[in-house]
């Protein structure tokens, strides 16, 4: 089984940046892709981007160019970088594993966006 445990997240001002760090465990031979997605208050969970372990990126078209999704495959890490945060970026972003046995999700890390 892969373990999902989500850090970074927390309270930052318009136009602020936030780092997230996703630490999987357990038997990550199993992943082959990691993504990060969203869910807002009151909305859909939503993608925001994904990585392959061959470091093929996808991201969903409104956050290109102020996200970007990055690994440490030594670590076993993904990391989002958002730059340039608004307040309808605020979220609690969930960590993903897509495994040969399933999707593992985290317990989501919450982003708050606000003056």
């Known amino acids: 089984q892969v373990r999902l445990v989500e850090s970074g997240g927390g309270l930052v001002q318009p136009g602020g940046s936030l780092r997230l760090s996703c630490a999987a465990s357990?038997?990550?031979?199993?992943?082959?892709?990691m993504g990060w997605y969203r869910r807002a208050p009151g909305k859909q969970r939503e993608l925001v981007a994904t990585?392959?372990?061959?470091?093929?990126?996808n991201y969903e078209n409104s956050m290109k160019g102020r996200f970007t999704i990055s690994r440490d495959n030594a670590e076993n890490t993904v990391y989002l970088q958002m730059n340039g945060l608004r307040p309808d970026d605020t979220a609690v972003y969930l960590c993903?594993?897509?495994?040969?046995?399933?999707?593992?999700w985290g317990q989501g890390t919450q982003v708050t966006v606000s003056a």
């Open positions: 993903n594993a897509f495994t040969r046995d399933g999707t593992i």
């Open positions: 990585i392959t372990n061959g470091g093929v990126t």
């Open positions: 357990g038997n990550i031979a199993s992943v082959y892709a």
